[in-house]
């Protein structure tokens, strides 16, 4: 790129919003990079990045064109028939067309098109100076920029997200002429609040880090990272133990600083006694600090701190850290003593008076279902089902504990550490006892689209118990998603119940549990409404009215369809995690349409179908399969059940029917097996039967036993093609 200079843009504000600023930076970015483009100023790439840091909001391009190229404009004209009149001259639309232009008529370019030639005014124009342009580019920028909540200042009718108090705009080392919101601009920024409280002079726009870095300011959002990452380490190492550093908190506390100093804190031994989650999520989420964990992983009694200054008196801002922490770390141990007390079992009487939903009862209503569920579902894969539906019956019971009223996040992790201390519980194992704790725990996972699904097998029967129970009540109550509303969440428990399923290799019949869970639903819903019935009866004869008037029912029954619907909706969730693992949408389709009423199966067809699609025959087979399904469609009820060997006239017809005979054969143990790639390979090794059998044989002749024959051949053969996936959808 020739002649190119760098670019600096720097809006200097008042604190910008934390979790805003990097979004804000990049919009800006965008813009002007943008903004560049639409008028031909190019940017070379290379070390281009939006630049922020809490009190501002910086675009540096290191090559930027000095000029736009040239401006070819094409105007076209009026037609000759409307331009010249009978003997040639100019019309006055001709005339008044070339005014516009700004040369004479004669000057006129000629062109042609559909409809005829016609007059056209071709120019080029020097480029405009990218300085006389950035006015213009920012502004356009700024304006772009997604601001949900700006903010006014002053007298002023403008508003951005923050008041703006300085604007530097350089060229190289030019200082660009323009405004924004009031303020000129000019090449002076601004340092640390704290450690540099003075003007910095921006010698070129490529100066800007090192000079901003000199006053005390890294305005690199990596280089401010880095510097994070690298004092809390080292802080931790040096109190015996390791950072825990949550990419979360760790974005946010590099937007509320400018010069991170790490400050090593320590709280009370005592408070270890509380679930470490709890006093992690304190120290993260409500003051930004990073805790320090010990041997094994667990948590110690040190923390750290990043500070926005090197202090010359660290401990006074070591004190102000450690005294913020401790009201909050005295309620969690308040909360967790008395929540020991309560124990599980009357926890759980608290649910008897909370509505999960109107058709659906209260949570104890919930959990009674949940439990019956488990209990159901634990043989099937191999775990307990007795302590399986003990688990799922207090599954739910630290919704009333103070420690989840305070922190929801801990749901059921409080759980986890009751039920390791509640005597209630002593009747168990060890070994049962912590399973059972754990599980308690694991029925959340998945918490969220990226996390693991349960380790445990118990943990696993709770988890898909506690979705199937939600999406069948969902169902049954009428509560299926519409557009974006989702209150009880069917989307994500579709999900999580999926991956469960497929990721434990759990050979569930998915069909046949929904419709348990409906039936509980169900039974749940007619007791409930028989209830209804008899107290209104009863308060009908207190109050001297035939009973017989109030007995009128609200309830229906569920219809057989929901179980099916359910089924569907979590087969359409299935379409986004296959997507994500990089499927083609040809291939669940193919798997799809055979609706396997197991996940687990239907995810080993998945793999088998894509390991099919990579043979060479898969192509021919998947073309020849579409074409046999036609025919046969076409053909109605005609098809008989079985193929007459003795109506095997061509040679080509026969090897068909034998060869299909002979993969039967082979794929049967495969197919009742789920050995389904193996399957499919047995089954690409037709193709030179099927091609010949196309190639020579005329299916829909007139004999009639002859063509219906033939039809039973392809029919057979077609169920067999079929038998993994309807491999008819790889066929382009």
């Known amino acids: 790129m020739s002649d190119t200079t760098s670019l600096l843009i720097e809006l200097g504000t008042e604190e910008l919003p934390v979790k805003a600023l990097p979004g804000l930076a990049q919009a800006l970015f965008d813009g002007v990079v943008d903004a560049l483009g639409k008028r031909g100023i190019a940017v070379e790439p290379a070390g281009a990045k939006p630049l922020y840091s809490p009190r501002r909001l910086a675009v540096l391009l290191p090559s930027v064109a000095g000029e736009q190229p040239e401006q070819a404009s094409e105007v076209l004209g009026p037609y000759l028939n409307i331009a010249l009149d009978a003997d ?79 604007l530097v705009l350089l060229l190289g080392g030019d200082v660009v002429e323009g405004e924004l919101f009031g303020i000129q601009a000019d090449r002076m920024s601004r340092g640390h609040r704290f450690m540099h409280d003075k003007p910095v002079w921006i010698g070129r726009a490529e100066d800007y880090v090192d000079a901003l870095r000199g006053a005390k300011v890294l305005v690199d959002p990596d280089e401010r990272r880095a510097r994070i990452v690298a004092e809390v380490e080292a802080a931790a190492k040096q109190a015996g133990g390791s950072a825990r550093i949550e990419a979360g908190n760790l974005a946010e506390v590099n937007c509320l600083v400018e010069w991170p100093k790490s400050v090593a804190c320590a709280f009370e031994a005592g408070f270890l006694a509380v679930p470490q989650e709890a006093l992690i999520t304190t120290m993260e989420a409500n003051q930004k600090f990073f805790p320090v964990l010990g041997e094994g992983g667990r948590l110690s009694e040190h923390f750290i701190g990043i500070a926005n200054i090197a202090s010359k008196d660290e401990s006074e801002i070591r004190k102000g850290y450690e005294r913020v922490i401790r009201p909050r770390f005295a309620d969690a141990q308040f909360f967790f003593v008395e929540d020991m007390k309560q124990g599980l079992a009357s926890m759980n009487d608290g649910l008897k008076t909370v509505t999960y939903q109107a058709k659906l009862g209260t949570v104890a209503d919930k959990v009674a279902r949940v439990a019956a569920l488990a209990e159901a579902i634990a043989p099937q894969v191999g775990a307990d089902p007795a302590l399986a ?68 097998k118990l ?73 209804r019935l008899a107290h209104a009866m009863d308060a009908a004869k207190r109050m001297g009215v035939q009973a017989k008037s109030a007995s009128v029912s609200l309830w229906s029954p569920v219809p057989e369809t929901v179980a099916p619907a359910v089924y569907e909706f979590i087969l359409d969730r299935l379409r986004g995690y296959y997507a994500d693992k990089g499927v083609p949408v040809q291939h669940f389709n193919a798997v799809a349409e055979l609706r396997p009423a197991s996940l687990y199966d239907f995810d080993r067809r998945i793999d088998a179908i894509g390991t099919f699609a990579q043979l060479p025959e898969a192509e021919a087979l998947a073309a020849a399969n579409k074409r046999i399904n036609n025919i046969l469609k076409k053909a109605g009820d005609e098809v008989p059940a079985t193929v007459d060997r003795a109506l095997l006239k061509e040679p080509a017809e026969a090897a068909l029917a034998e060869a299909v005979e002979a993969v039967y054969a082979e794929t049967g143990h495969a197919l009742a097996h789920g050995d389904y790639v193996d399957a499919l390979a047995h089954l690409a090794r037709l193709r030179p039967q099927v091609d010949a059998f196309f190639d020579g044989v005329m299916v829909n002749v007139d004999d009639a036993p002859l063509r219906n024959n033939r039809l039973a051949l392809l029919r057979r053969l077609s169920e067999r093609l079929g038998s993994v996936a309807a491999i008819e959808h790889l066929s382009g």
């Open 88 to 166: 040639g001259q100019p019309t006055r639309a001709l005339q008044g067309f070339a005014a516009k232009a700004g040369v004479e008529w004669t000057a006129l370019e000629r062109t042609s098109d559909a409809k005829g030639e016609r007059f056209v005014h071709r120019a080029v124009k020097p480029g405009v100076a990218t300085r006389a342009l950035l006015p213009e580019i920012l502004r356009e920028a700024v304006a772009a920029m997604p601001i949900p909540k700006p903010m006014r200042w002053g007298g002023h009718d403008h508003a951005f997200a923050r008041p703006l108090h300085w």
């Open 389 to 456: 539906r003990r688990a799922a019956a207090l599954s739910k019971a630290d919704l009333q504990s103070r420690m989840v009223n305070e922190f929801p996040e801990l749901q059921g992790i409080a759980g986890r550490y009751y039920a390791m201390q509640d005597a209630a519980l002593e009747d168990l194992s060890h070994d049962d006892r912590l399973a059972l704790a754990n599980a308690l725990d694991e029925a959340w996972q998945p918490r969220f689209a990226a996390d693991d699904i349960a380790l445990s």
């Open 459 to 531: 943990g696993k029967v709770l988890a898909i118990a506690e979705r199937l129970d939600t999406l069948a009540g969902g169902f049954a109550a009428g509560l299926k998603p519409t557009g974006n509303k989702d209150p009880f969440a069917l989307r994500r428990n579709a999900l999580g119940l999926a991956r469960t399923i497929i990721e434990s290799g759990f050979d569930l019949h998915l069909l046949e549990l929904s419709k348990l869970a409906i039936q509980h639903v169900a039974d749940h819903m007619a007791t409930a409404e028989a209830d």
